[in-house]
């Protein structure tokens, strides 16, 4: 503040601790400002992941201009940095140059990659082997392309006690996918899906990647002659879902699956069962205590996401086609007025099958922890049946009941059907006519609001 001129401004870069004294500020009128790491961009994903970017008449130093103009400086030799460079090591001892600058004794470091060795081989190694692969060659090989918290914290652990060749796990970075691989013993870790598709050693492949990249992986992989098991949502919009058919149609040999987990609950089963001697229409109510997401999150962008109807109450959607067991004829959606946020966060889905049947699913983002998170109620032919959380299920007519001792939304046995048709052939878990009926179905609802 001393050395500023008068109505000057004064910038903090970086992380610094501050002790300002205001007389210094107020008799010189100063401003005082904390940069942003980067400049303008930085923490803006329309700027930084769509490339989305300010116009120079409004903005004249973004992030790209300033590292553009840094690097200009340096090629020009106007920024000399030499100064800078306390210690120099070879990219393979990378690990001391660590211990340099744990030991606070350097200033800047320096690694050097030898010319036609280590970088090359780095640039060409995108496959690590983490276990022979010798166990399980006679079984049916899996790959996972994704390993974010669903699949390494769902997927992969039910996975891991099947009797099957895990192969190869997949992330951008590879670096998780080594960790999901060491982990889950799986025999190779990679950083490039083209070496699973490529790899005739793999006979399918999981898909558990943010929800924008599903259509094109699903439609790389059944043309690379894989099966397919595809977290949910299958796709995000109408376009992608007829790319998804007419590559499904000309594959028919591979399986595709869908994530609809929810049918397959033992809970869902015994529902279905308690219903095969009930006619006439049914009428379902499927409430779904959905609590509130930040309205920064990733799933609301109808680009990456799809937001929550899409993204989440396809699973609804999906389970009330089951359970009735006919065609959706007709839908609609009618969203909670009055609340800030996203209107998919609070909404009612009506549901109208070809056999006369109705369901209401109420997704719902205001309600309370203390009430149950998923409930489904049926009333059809002097019968109402219900289930609270995938826990426990009563048939209010009998007074039947059906109990599990932990929730279970099914994961495990999807999984299993998936695995029997990759091994055995025959009918898939889920048609494709309804997956792709109750993906068309959830996107049009989306649509709707």
């Known amino acids: 503040a001393k050395m500023c001129r008068k109505r000057g401004r004064i910038v903090l870069v970086g992380v610094v601790g501050l002790n300002l004294r205001r007389a210094d500020f107020y008799e010189k009128e100063l401003t005082f400002q904390v940069s942003c790491s980067y400049g303008p961009g930085r923490y803006d994903p329309e700027y930084e992941k769509r490339g989305l970017d300010y116009p120079i008449g409004f903005v004249r130093w973004t ?263 006919a065609p959706i004829a007709e839908s609609s959606i009618i969203c909670l007025g009055g609340i800030t946020g996203h209107a998919c966060d609070c909404a009612s889905m009506n549901l109208k099958f070809t056999d006369g049947s109705i369901a209401t699913i109420h997704y719902l983002a205001n309600g309370h922890k203390a009430f149950p998170k998923e409930r489904v109620e049926i009333f059809a032919g002097g019968n109402v049946i219900q289930c609270d959380n995938f826990r426990v299920s009563k048939n209010l007519a009998t007074g039947k009941s059906f109990k599990t001792r932990y929730q279970d939304k099914g994961h495990s046995e999807e999984i299993l059907a998936f695995l029997n048709c990759v091994k055995h052939g025959g009918d898939w878990p889920i048609s494709l006519d309804e997956q792709l009926e109750v993906s068309r179905v959830a996107i049009q609802l989306a649509q709707q609001v």
């Open 63 to 325: 992030e790209q201009r300033n590292f553009e103009a840094v690097l200009g400086l340096m090629a020009t030799g106007k920024l000399d940095v030499l100064p800078l460079v306390s210690h120099r090591f070879d990219f393979d001892e990378a690990l001391k140059a660590y211990d340099v600058v744990g030991q606070g004794g350097a200033l800047g470091v320096v690694l050097n990659y030898t010319a036609g060795k280590t970088c090359s081989a780095a640039k060409q190694s995108r496959v690590v082997s983490t276990l022979p692969s010798s166990t399980w060659k006679d079984l049916p090989s899996v790959a996972f392309i994704g390993a974010g918290g669903f699949a390494t914290r769902m997927l992969m652990p039910i996975l891991a006690k099947q009797s099957i060749r895990r192969h190869t796990v997949v992330s951008n970075s590879g670096v998780s996918a080594t960790h999901a691989a060491r982990k889950f013993r799986f025999e190779q870790a990679a950083s490039d899906v083209s070496s699973v598709l490529g790899d005739p050693n793999v006979d399918a492949v999981f898909i558990a990647t943010p929800h924008n990249s599903h259509a094109r992986l699903v439609c790389q992989s059944l043309e690379a002659g894989k099966h397919v098991f595809v977290e949910k949502p299958l796709t995000l919009t109408l376009e992608e879902l007829t790319n998804v058919e007419q590559v499904c149609c000309s594959h028919r040999n591979c399986c595709l699956l869908t994530g609809f987990n929810r049918r397959f609950s033992p809970h869902s089963r015994q529902m279905a069962k308690w219903l095969q001697s009930v006619t006439g229409s049914r009428a379902m109510v499927i409430t779904v205590n959905a609590g509130h997401v930040s309205n920064e999150h990733w799933v609301h962008d109808s680009r990456v996401g799809g937001g929550r109807i899409v993204g989440e109450g396809c699973h609804f959607i999906d389970l009330a086609r089951y359970l009735v067991g």
